[in-house]
C-alpha cells in the first residue's frame, strides 16, 4: 500500500455487460441442431453417392464392423457442420455490423488526420 491510499475507502468493483440470457439458449440450441442436421445431410450426400458415383470410396475409408461407411459420415458430418456454423457467424456479423452499436460513442474522438513532420538531427 502506498503513502497516499486510502484504506478504508473501499472501490466499487466494475460493471461487467453480459450478454442477454437468450443469447445463450439460441448458441445451445444452435450446438444441438447443426450437427443434426449436418448428419442427415451427410446420409444424404452418401445414398446419392451410392447412385451417381461421384467419388469412389478408398479401402482406407471402409471403416470395420456393422456400418462400413461409418468413417465417411463421421468426415462428411463434421465437415457440413463447420460450413453451417461460418454461415451463422456471417449472418451474425453482417447483423451485427449493420444492427449493432456505433464504433464511437459519445465520449470517444475519431482519429484525426495529421502529417507527422520526420525528425531530423
Known sequence: MSKYDNYWEQRKPRKTVAP???WMGIGF???????T????GSLLLIDEDLKTGWY???PDMIAPG????LYAKIFL????????FVVVYVIYFLLYRFVGPKRYGALDVPMG????KRFKR
Open 29 to 35: 440450441l444452435l450446438l444441438l441442431i447443426i450437427p
Open 77 to 84: 458430418t463434421i465437415a457440413i457442420s463447420l460450413v453451417l
Open 56 to 58: 469412389r470410396l478408398t
Open 37 to 40: 442436421i449436418s448428419w442427415f
Open 113 to 116: 488526420n495529421y502529417k507527422v
Open 66 to 69: 456393422a456400418d462400413p461407411l
Open 20 to 22: 442477454h440470457p437468450i
